[in-house]
C-alpha cells in the first residue's frame, strides 16, 4: 500500500525567508502527485499538481512554487515567506490506475512569524 | 464545472445520536465518489467510496449510497462515539480526472 512521508512535520519561519516542504511517495509508482493548503479551520486549496517528472501545474498564482524532480518526490518551495503563507501543507497522490483511490500525508504545519 | 457541496458545520452531537451529513455534487457522466475524515492536526484519510450509482460505501459504521437521481452521496452513522470528531470531506473524481474536487467540509463534534 501506499505510504507519503512529509517532512518537517512543523516549521515557523519569519517573513521573507526561503522555505522547502519535501514530499516521497512509497509503494506506487508514477502517481500524480498534489500539494494542497488547508488554512485554519478552512477546507482545502489545491495548489500545485503534477501528472509525470518536471510536469507541474499551477492552480492558484502566488509565491509558492513546486517541482517534481524524481518520480516519487514532490517538493514545495518559496523564496520569500509571507505571512499569508501560514497554514497546514498537505501532499498527496492519485494511483492513476483503478481502484483511482488519493492518498495524503501527514501535513507540516507552518507558521510564518 | 465540476462541484461537490456539502451542508455548514458544524455538526454536535450527544454520543449515540443518528449523523447525517449532506453532500450533493454536480459534475457531467458518472464519477466516483469518496469520503475523507480529517482527525485533529492529521492528513486526510479515506473513509468511503463509491463509484457507480446505486454503490453503497460503508467504513467503521459509516455508510454512503451514490444517489445519481439526486445527485447525492449522504454520509450516515448510526450511533457517532466521541472518536468520531473530526472534519468530513465529500470529493468527486472523474475516472480522466487529474484532481479530486472536494467540498469544503463539516466538522464534527461529539459529547459524551
Known amino acids: 500500500s501506499q505510504t507519503i512521508h512529509q517532512w518537517p512535520a512543523t516549521l515557523v519561519q519569519p517573513v521573507g525567508s526561503p522555505l522547502s516542504l519535501e514530499c516521497t511517495v512509497e509503494?506506487?509508482?508514477?502517481?500524480?502527485l498534489y500539494w494542497y493548503r488547508q488554512a485554519a479551520g478552512r477546507g482545502l486549496q489545491l495548489l500545485f499538481y503534477?501528472?509525470?517528472?518536471?510536469?507541474i501545474s499551477s492552480e492558484v498564482p502566488q509565491n509558492l512554487s513546486a517541482s517534481r524532480p524524481q518520480d516519487r518526490q514532490f517538493i514545495l518551495s518559496s523564496k520569500k515567506l509571507l505571512l499569508s503563507d501560514s497554514g497546514f501543507y498537505l501532499c498527496?497522490?492519485?494511483?492513476?490506475?483503478?481502484?483511482?483511490?488519493?492518498?495524503f500525508g501527514p501535513g507540516t504545519r507552518l507558521t510564518v512569524t | 464545472g465540476d462541484s461537490v457541496t456539502q451542508m455548514e458545520g458544524p455538526v454536535t452531537l450527544s454520543e449515540e445520536a443518528f449523523l447525517t451529513i449532506n453532500c450533493t455534487y454536480t459534475?457531467?457522466?458518472?464519477?466516483?465518489l469518496f469520503w475523507y475524515v480529517q482527525y485533529p492536526g492529521e492528513g486526510l484519510q479515506l473513509l468511503l467510496k463509491?463509484?457507480?450509482?446505486?454503490d453503497k460505501g460503508s467504513n467503521k459504521g459509516f455508510e454512503a449510497t451514490y444517489r445519481k437521481e439526486t445527485t447525492s452521496f449522504h454520509l450516515e452513522k448510526g450511533s457517532v462515539q466521541v472518536s468520531d470528531s473530526a472534519v468530513y470531506f465529500c470529493?468527486?473524481?472523474?475516472?480522466?480526472?487529474?484532481?479530486?474536487?472536494f467540498g469544503k467540509g463539516t466538522t464534527l463534534s461529539v459529547s459524551s
Open positions: 470529493a468527486l473524481l472523474h475516472q480522466a480526472g487529474t484532481a479530486l474536487i
Open positions: 503534477s501528472v509525470g517528472i518536471g510536469q
Open positions: 509503494g506506487t509508482s508514477n502517481p500524480n
Open positions: 459534475a457531467t457522466g458518472y464519477p466516483s
Open positions: 498527496a497522490c492519485l494511483l492513476r490506475k483503478s481502484p483511482y483511490e488519493q492518498y
Open positions: 463509491a463509484t457507480k450509482a446505486d
